[in-house]
């Protein structure tokens, strides 16, 4: 491994430059990863659901170990494909979405978050159709159900799925006692801080006097981020479509349980997921956002 010398803001100028030059936006992340004592910058790209790509005017294919463009059978055969498949959930048009039902407050605040990460950089990040227009939600004239999940103030009037129910109980079986029990709603990222902050104070605490120290060590019986890793995979990768659906949290006092609807993708088994996989979102404009506002920091 040779390794890239000042390699974050050379990782911040690719992404940056991906962003802008690859029609429709595509979701992917770069990451700068350190091996041997090397920086490395690693590119990590789910397959597409928007194909096909165009870069500087034309698209291509990755045939074994070359790159070439697409001739006009593969692009006719891409734009077939993607005329036979149904709009996914998250692009449907959310018909009910009016414009003062919007949390002006939450747009601008991804704004912010994406400056700050240096993960998306928005060419009028003051105009808020135009911020929605490029983060994909707003097409066609019309807000998508993603803008609704992820901006609407109160999305459950028109989607009562997206509510989420995180519990505390007393006992690990059979428990009709919960010492917490709350339903929470709003915008997309405000419910999953909402709901770090449930577990954050319904997680049992472990003190610790080590012999060389007299201060107390205070430790969380889970890791703080391996939970919200597993919330923000929740909120990312479950099935918005079915009325029947939502999402569920459930603390006992061995274990957690974090529960979404939905399904695995058909290309992949729960054996896949102790290893190495393809990445594969079920929403990925939902996904994109949560990356660029810094939550998920890795596909």
Known sequence: IVGIENA?????????????????????????????????????????????????????????????????????????????????????????????????????????????????????????????????????????????????????????????????????????????????QGPLVQVLNKVLDFTGRNVPIASHFKNDRFQREDKPQYPVYALREGLVNAFAHRDYAGFSGGLSIGIYPTRIEIWNSGRLPKELKVGDLRKNHPSLPTNPDMAHLLYIRGLMERI
């Open 8 to 184: 974050r803001p050379i990782a911040l100028h690719l992404q940056a430059f991906l962003n802008d030059v690859i029609s429709p936006k595509a979701f992917f992340s770069v990451n700068v990863d350190e091996e041997e004592n090397q920086s490395i910058i690693s590119i990590e790209v789910p397959r597409g659901k928007d194909r096909p790509y165009v870069f500087e005017g034309a698209v291509y294919i990755r045939q074994k170990a070359k790159t070439r463009t697409a001739d006009a059978m593969t692009l006719r055969d891409m734009v077939q494909s993607q005329s036979i498949e149904p709009d996914r959930w998250e692009r449907r048009p959310s018909v009910a979405l009016e414009p003062e039902d919007l949390d002006t407050h939450e747009i601008f605040k991804t704004t912010e978050d994406a400056l700050k990460s240096g993960r998306f950089d928005f060419s009028d990040s003051k105009d808020q159709i135009a911020v929605l227009a490029e983060l994909g939600v707003y097409r066609s004239g019309m807000y998508t159900q993603a803008a609704d999940v992820l901006f609407a103030k109160n999305p459950a009037v028109r989607h009562p799925q997206v509510r989420v129910r995180a519990t505390r109980f007393a006992e690990d079986k059979g428990s009709d006692e919960y010492p917490d029990d709350r339903v929470f």
